[in-house]
């Protein structure tokens, strides 16, 4: 199963959740970001490769869905509304990740 996971700047919180869940057996896991200055800028072949799409926060499903629209038509986007108040591997993120994401695995 391949998860793609979005936040602002891809330096935080979707890099942790791909760290976390890549080690999860037959799950392939990559993160990236809506700003154009993110690490891993979020892209159509991200979008078509994944099969589920976790963003962080509301923002982050308006901007992926006005830019691929038409790529998500049979995919599950799922919005985790996460903050940006973590660090990077953070405990209670990883906590909070493993809580919300798991039920959609």
């Not at 038409?70 to 919005?79: I, N, T």
Request: charged share 25%; net charge neutral.
């Amino acid at each position: 199963m391949n998860l793609l996971f979005i936040c602002s700047e891809n330096r935080l919180r979707s890099p942790t959740a791909a760290t976390v869940f890549a080690a999860y057996e037959g799950i392939q896991a990559i993160s990236a970001g809506t700003n154009r200055d993110a690490e891993t800028p979020v892209s159509g072949d991200l979008i078509e490769w994944a099969d589920i799409i976790f963003v962080m926060e509301r923002s982050h499903r308006k901007k992926v869905t006005a830019k691929f629209n038409a790529l998500l038509k049979d995919k599950k986007l799922v919005c985790l509304s996460i903050p940006d108040n973590y660090e990077y591997m953070h405990a209670e993120l990883v906590q909070l990740l493993k809580r919300r994401v798991e039920q959609h695995l």
